[in-house]
């Protein structure tokens, strides 16, 4: 009996350790991909079988070659970073005021309702029917540009900070008035964080207004850079390969400024939902 005992802890110990089951294959994952896949597979047969003609629409191999060759120290390269700067630049601008101006009209809804018809009723307005006035105004210059975008940027911005002090949830603001809260108190310890979520989606909508309406200006104000500029450029010479890599420039640009400030979010408010 004291053999076979001790024998077991022995035979135990010279045992190989289990191996832990393989991974499932996750397709999933690959989802996102299917959408550009079939775009571009789409976008190929219709040249190949030339339903539009290759004058006006280039293969998307051609197109994305041009796009490289163009990035990597061509002269689009010069022109994504004009658009990049005046797009952050105007969304600095429009995050400075439009976040803790949209947080204090919040605070006090009688104070935002005061001036929703005027936030709603430009927000409502395409801002580049504003660009003769921002002309008037600011001249054929850069700062015209980056003013026009902010203006749009500003007021998505401002919405969503309002309406996220606003919509906080009243449990929470019930509860630290009736353990004794000032109402300086709930503001910076509850209506702030509350607000944060809607505040990162007024930012996210916001960068994308900005850039959208920065390539605007650069198409129809007059510039001498900038990713509109290259597009309407290259378009009015039939050069459609450049024309189609600065589409793509531009869009891969809002796409990754979106991305960025999806992570961002999910790193600043990370307690969201519970």
Request: no cysteine.
């Amino acid at each position: 009996m004291t053999a076979t005992t001790s024998a077991t802890p022995a035979a135990a110990s010279g045992a190989a350790p289990a191996k832990a089951p393989p991974r499932k294959f996750d397709a999933s994952r690959f989802l996102p991909l299917i959408g550009p896949l079939a775009l571009f597979v789409i976008w190929d047969l219709v040249v190949r079988l030339q339903l539009v003609s290759p004058v006006l629409l280039p293969t998307p191999s051609a197109t994305i070659v041009a796009l490289v060759k163009g990035l990597a120290g061509g002269p689009l390269l010069w022109d994504f970073l004009s658009s990049l700067n005046r797009t952050l630049q105007a969304f600095v601008i429009a995050g400075v005021i439009g976040v803790p101006l949209g947080v204090l009209l919040g605070s006090n809804e009688k104070a935002y309702r005061s001036v929703e018809f005027l936030v709603d009723f430009f927000r409502s307005t395409p801002s580049s029917a504003l660009i003769p006035l921002f002309l008037m105004i600011f001249g054929v210059t850069d700062m015209n540009k980056i003013a026009i975008a902010a203006f749009a940027a500003v007021l998505v911005i401002l919405f969503n900070s309002a309406y996220g002090v606003i919509n906080a949830r009243k449990q929470r603001v019930m509860a630290a008035r009736v353990m004794g809260a000032s109402r300086w108190q709930i503001f910076k310890d509850v209506l702030i964080w509350e607000s944060l979520q809607p505040t990162f989606v007024g930012l996210r909508s916001g960068v994308s207004m900005a850039l959208v309406i920065v390539i605007v200006a650069e198409m129809f104000i007059g510039s001498d850079s900038g990713l509109g500029n290259r597009i309407i450029n290259s378009q009015q010479v039939l050069n459609v390969r450049e024309m189609y890599a600065s589409i793509l420039a531009a869009g891969a640009l809002g796409y990754v400024l979106n991305i960025l400030f999806l992570v961002l979010e999910k790193r600043v408010v990370h307690w969201s939902g519970r």
